[in-house]
């Protein structure tokens, strides 16, 4: 037998070309790429479809720990198996290392979540909330040289954020190690002053999310973390970008030379403030950090997919469960915005929504979908080109796409452990119908091929 699995008749799309062309597949890695005639395995007839690479979802939240009697709706195998139907085959969640808490406790009980549960690969970027000198000196120099390269740390959140100097010693270590910073930039003592101020006027209702994080406190978290960076010498990730004038700082920064890689995620350009507004505490359902904003920011997020100002489209699927009591309408939450756990899922919908509301209506061409969808994660992350293209030699993740397939999005079509989708009612044309994960087709037309556990973990270079 030449090929495990033969791909037969599709059109092939990378960040750099399109054309038509089989895939032979051997050992569960590209092993030709051509007008294939050879015994296979398996063999998928592709005519009338696009492959893809899989898609790359850097950004996302699985079984993170939450707060008091929060609990996160996705575990490791949910989350994948929702990542998968969505046409990806690798996601990145974040392992939290809680306050007091050691990096390599944390590492270890994230692992032992995620092991034998996966539908697609796993990478864990770490989320940073407590750098001692301990956690600074050791633990997390030695988390890098393990392969855990890229970390968060956030500028708000009581029990996360990080303070300007632990920014600066946080980013030095980050500098010295190579290691990626990914960065939320929002200011916390702005957020806090508008919170105080919305409950001292009894204005506690699910738009008051978005109105006690207005557009200037992620744009000056922003310009801050960047002059954070600037001052120690680092490249910067900044993650979940709202709206254009932190586009423009980021426009900015860049002009003065630094290296800074920039995300958005789909609710900014699907949602706005309004949804936060709906009747019956319904609003609690887009309550996510930065909020989602108005047209003329949805527009600003369109352009900057479309000058190349973003590089990476992340969902920042961070689910929780609408109607229960460890979820959106927790006893607190469903009084007051502010206990509202900040979060939507999207995982799955992330993919089909930029290539329905891009690709489709003409707003980027295929090769940006690509770069964007799984390529540039890959780059940035270090995992090219291992992941992220089709090459012979990188590894058989593929995602088909039918371009025609018209299907209206609904909860009860999806595959996460949410109780909702935030884009109800959505009507999408292109999905992915088979998805191959190094090799082994893990869903087929539409259709579970796979039980959990076919999924590993990726060290990083
Ligand atoms: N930041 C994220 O990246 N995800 C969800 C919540 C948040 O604040
Ligand atoms: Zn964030
Ligand atoms: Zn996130």
Not at 35 to 51: F, H, N, T, W
Not at 69 to 98: H, K, W
Not at 439 to 453: D, E, I, S, W, Y
């Amino acid at each position: 037998m030449t090929y495990d699995l033969l791909i037969k008749g599709g059109t092939i799309a990378t960040d750099q070309d399109i054309f038509d062309a089989d895939i032979g597949v051997r050992d569960g890695r590209i092993a030709a790429i051509g007008r294939l005639d050879a015994e296979a395995g398996d063999i998928i007839d592709a005519s009338g479809k696009y492959v893809l690479p899989g898609g790359i979802d850097s950004h996302v939240h699985i079984s993170q720990p939450s707060g008091e009697g929060i609990v996160m709706a996705d575990d490791f195998e949910s989350g994948t198996r929702s990542a998968l139907f969505g046409g990806n085959t690798t996601i990145m969640p974040f392992c939290l290392q809680q306050r007091g808490q050691s990096i390599r406790a944390a590492i270890e009980w994230y692992h032992g979540l995620a092991a034998g549960n996966c539908y697609t690969d796993v990478s864990f970027h770490l989320i940073i909330s407590d750098p001692t000198a301990q956690v600074l000196g050791q633990e997390l120099p030695a988390a890098v040289c393990d392969g855990y390269t890229s970390f968060k740390v956030f500028m708000t959140y009581d029990d996360l954020r990080l303070n300007d100097a632990e920014l600066l010693a946080t980013f030095d270590v980050a500098r010295e190690f190579g290691a990626t910073v990914m960065v939320h930039c929002e200011n916390e003592d702005a957020i806090k002053y508008l919170i105080a101020k919305h409950e001292a006027a009894g204005n506690v209702t699910p738009a008051a999310h978005a109105t006690t994080r207005p557009v200037a406190v992620e744009r000056e978290a922003t310009h801050r973390a960047m002059s954070l960076a600037e001052i120690t010498g680092i490249p910067i990730v900044i993650v979940h970008v709202s709206n254009g004038a932190t586009i423009e700082e980021i426009t900015r920064a860049r002009q003065r030379g630094l290296t800074v890689t920039a995300e958005t995620c789909p609710q900014y350009l699907m949602l706005t403030a309004a949804d936060l507004d709906a009747a019956n505490w319904e609003g609690a359902k887009y309550v996510c950090s930065p909020p989602p904003r108005d047209a003329a920011e949805q527009a600003a997020c369109w352009k900057g997919i479309q000058s190349g100002t973003f590089d990476l489209f992340s969902s920042d699927h961070c689910p929780f469960r609408y109607d229960s009591p460890d979820g959106k309408l927790n006893p607190k939450g469903a009084r007051n915005f502010r206990h509202i756990p900040n979060g939507i899922p999207g995982v799955e919908t992330r993919l089909p929504i930029l290539f329905s509301e891009g690709v489709g209506k003409n707003r980027i061409d295929l090769k940006r979908f690509v770069a964007l969808s799984a390529t540039n994660h890959a780059r940035t992350y270090g995992l090219y080109p291992q992941k992220g293209t089709i090459q012979v030699g990188s590894d058989a993740d593929l995602a088909i796409w039918d371009p025609d397939h018209t299907r209206t999005i609904h909860h009860r079509d999806l595959h996460d452990g949410s109780d909702y989708t935030p884009y109800e009612g959505l009507e999408i044309t292109g999905w992915p119908v088979s998805v191959i994960l190094r090799g082994k087709v893990m869903m087929r037309n539409g259709a579970l091929q796979t039980g959990k556990g076919e999924g590993r973990y990726l060290y990083r270079k």
